[in-house]
């Protein structure tokens, strides 16, 4: 009888420990995944265009509208009410209530709305950056199960698929489309994200002498080059950013932050 | 030639038309020679402001009345939405304001115009668009490059006459068109087209989707089959059936029609024809240059084709891709239903209805009945099933069912009574009219079967005993008995 009761109780307490540890793996604010770098070579160009790619952190999840108002709280100059209109245009955060605030069905979904400058703003107060283009780029190539999904099964169809099914009327909450090799989620199917040198694909790229092959690309829409022209998935990202100025702000496009790996 | 299947009604119109473009032709002695290289002269002074009228597939915006250009503001919203793209299969279309094909556009040679496109805040995705009727970078899409939410505007003028195609072009440009993005800007010439009495605007696409055709539910784009150019579906106005039931283009004896025919792609050529008509005139490829008397005429991926024709009788045309499978097996067919007077003269339809039997010669049975008289019963019934599967199964099927109203059964079928004549018959002369068989009224034709007496023998024994589980044999001089 005792025994039974001993049991009974270290068995409670063995399930209420794992379904706080369920909790923490499954979404903590600001929690980072570590990167190993490596080599990336941009899916519109060859080979010669391999790029390093230092060790670095990147948020597990999309900054959540919930971690944006904590946010605002600490840095009123960029509420919806104070922000100055060189940083972001008339959308911003219009999915929020009118001064601020929003409905509480949407604490845990990517906040949206967002301008590159406050997006920018936002990990700098939390002492991060957002990732280059590069960096999200190869986060983004890992599949379930290895670094480069792309060779895996059904895995460019799987991300095509999400890509092209039409806005819901509210972004689901993070941590539900995909989780990755490397412990990241979301990196496709729910929003478009931020990139640090988000418009430096139609740029004439100071270091290469190639830039018109890299125009055409979004001239005519295809590269000649790229390394793999059935990844269209990389094409509407690219397409998305190269859409896009600093202070826009779209309904599903948000952020979330990286740091170097030598700044732990 | 072309005043004969014109009316006297027509005539006069004809033949204002042929004076104004004696008058066309004079002018352009001097100026406008279709010929010179450069369409700079159609830099000429705008004339006010009007708001373009969009309209949705299959209408087309009024013709302009005005006889000089003027500023032209035209607004396109770009919507991306899922909807059928066949009975109970839907797809993730992005199209051009609301509709595949996008809003059809009409402005004048040598209009100014300036263009707005808005790319809705609810899209996923940037979008732009490159006008084929534009002279300029991209025909456009280079300046109408739009994130979700945001709008951008250019200006051209237009300096070609024609029917143009439009199109988005962004990063996979395939895919935007594969999902609907295009539609038809004309820009008609100084002189006007010649009025007729009733226009359309038909586009034929191609989609590819990861179910083949049929397959019900949402059906995601499948680059792979894209690539391959393999579509599941290829049909008029985005969807199979846009335009046959109750979506029907309608028209009535003795009309005019004309049908601005385009082509969006992604990937196929479309070799356009009106099943019962012939088109008495069409603007190649969409241009100035106009063809008289044409069955098929070809319609470019990223193309367009203007085709004029009077509807002299009734009946139901279809309008077909006569790359034929397409038509009957993807979707890409429409119907122009005419109502009205009939002229025998021009068609007499079905005058005497009734079988064509082969002749004597052809029917002939090809061996001779003795080959089969060495077969065992049981080898017999063999042959007799090998026979059914060649001759009979298409229609009645392997197992004997038939087709509900359509064609009879064989199995367990009350038609095998004792009269073995009655069995006889239509095998070796045919049958047609209205039958009886298990109580359901048949009404359907049956050609006589090229066999031999002996062969006849089989198969029916194999339908009797076999089928019909009867006792009943038929021998060859049964057969030849009946024979007519």
């Known amino acids: ?264 | 030639m072309e005043q004969h299947k014109l009316t006297s009604r027509f005539i006069f119109i004809f033949s204002l038309f042929l004076l104004s473009g004696l008058m066309a032709c004079q002018r352009s002695d001097k100026t406008e020679n279709k010929e010179s290289l450069g369409r700079e002269h159609n830099l000429v002074e705008i004339i006010g402001e009007e708001k373009a009228i969009l309209t949705s597939p299959p209408f087309v915006p009024p013709p302009i009345a005005r006889k000089h250009a003027t500023k032209v503001i035209i607004d396109l919203e770009v919507i991306e939405l899922e909807q059928e793209i066949a009975d109970g299969v839907s797809y993730v279309f992005w199209t051009f304001g609301g509709t595949v094909p996008g809003s059809f556009i009409r402005i004048r040679e040598g209009d100014y115009v300036e263009f707005h496109l808005k790319n809705h805040p609810d899209n996923k995705l940037p979008h732009n668009i490159d006008l084929h009727a534009v002279t300029g970078q991209g025909g456009g899409a280079e300046a109408t490059f739009a994130a979700p939410g945001y709008e951008a505007v250019f200006n051209f003028t237009a300096l070609n006459p024609g029917l143009f195609v439009y199109h988005c072009a962004t990063a996979p440009v395939g895919m935007h068109i594969a999902n609907g993005m295009y539609g038809l800007i004309l820009v008609e010439p100084k002189e006007g087209l010649l009025k007729v009495d009733k226009e359309f605007y038909v586009m034929q696409g191609d989609f590819y989707t990861e179910g083949s055709y049929g397959e019900s539910g949402l059906q995601p784009f499948d680059m792979n089959k894209a690539i391959k150019e393999q579509p599941d579906y290829v049909v008029f106005n985005g969807k199979v059936g846009a335009l046959t039931g109750e979506n029907t283009l309608k028209a009535k004896a003795g009309e005019t029609v004309r049908l601005f025919v385009g082509n969006g792609g992604p990937n196929l050529v479309s070799s356009f024809h009106v099943i019962g008509e012939v088109f008495d005139n069409v603007y190649m490829e969409g241009g100035s240059l106009k063809n008289h008397d044409i069955q098929t005429t070809l319609v470019p991926a990223g193309g367009s084709a203007i085709t004029e024709f009077k509807v002299e009788i009734p009946g139901d045309f279809i309008l077909v891709d006569h790359s034929i499978f397409r038509a009957f097996n993807k979707g890409a067919l429409g119907i122009l239903e005419v109502d009205g007077e009939e002229n025998k003269l021009i068609y007499s339809g079905k005058s005497e209805p009734g079988i064509y039997q082969p002749s004597a010669e052809a029917g002939k049975p090809k061996k001779k009945s003795e080959e089969t008289f060495a077969l065992t019963p049981e080898q017999q019934l063999a042959l007799g099933e090998k026979l059914y599967k060649i001759n009979c199964a298409a229609c009645h099927l392997n197992d004997g069912n038939g087709v509900t109203n359509i064609f009879p059964p064989l199995k367990n079928s009350d038609y095998f009574n004792k009269d073995i004549t009655k069995a006889i018959a239509p095998v070796v002369n045919g049958l047609s009219g209205e039958i009886t068989v298990n109580g359901q009224k048949y009404n359907s034709v049956m050609p006589k079967q090229a066999l031999t007496d002996a062969e006849t023998a089989a198969v029916l024994n194999y339908v009797y005993q076999i089928m019909n589980e009867s006792k009943t044999t038929v021998k060859p001089e049964d057969v030849k008995k009946v024979r007519k």
């Open chain 1, 1 to 264: 009888m005792h025994f039974n009761r001993i049991i009974f109780i270290g068995l409670g307490l063995g399930l209420a420990f794992s379904s706080l540890k369920g909790q923490q793996t499954s979404y903590s604010d600001g929690e980072m995944a570590f990167i190993p770098g490596g080599n990336y070579f941009p899916f519109f160009s060859g080979k010669e265009d391999q790029e390093k790619v230092d060790p670095f952190y990147i948020d597990r999840f999309p900054v959540t509208n919930r971690e944006f108002e904590t946010f605002l709280a600490d840095h009123p100059q960029w509420s919806k009410k104070n922000i100055k209109s060189l940083f972001a245009d008339a959308g911003y955060l219009k999915h929020w209530k009118q001064d601020s605030g929003f409905e509480s069905d949407i604490t845990m979904s990517p906040v949206v709305f967002v301008s590159w400058f406050a997006a920018q703003k936002y990990c700098e107060c939390m002492g991060k950056r957002l990732p280059t283009t590069t960096e999200w780029e190869l986060v983004a190539e890992a599949g379930k199960t290895r670094p480069d999904g792309r060779n895996e099964e059904g895995f460019t169809r799987l991300i095509l698929g999400m890509a092209s099914k039409p806005n819901p009327a509210t972004h689901p909450e993070v941590g539900k489309t995909l989780l990755n090799y490397y412990g990241v989620w979301d990196m496709h199917g729910l929003i478009w994200e931020w990139t640090y040198d988000f418009n430096s694909a139609l740029g004439t790229g100071g270091s290469r002498s190639d830039s018109n092959a890299e125009n055409t690309l979004f001239c005519g829409g295809g590269s000649g080059k790229a390394k793999d022209v059935d990844d269209y998935a990389a094409f509407l990202r690219h397409a998305l950013r190269s859409s896009l100025k600093a202070n826009y702000t779209v309904s599903n496009v948000g952020f979330r932050c990286a740091k170097d790996a030598d700044k732990p």
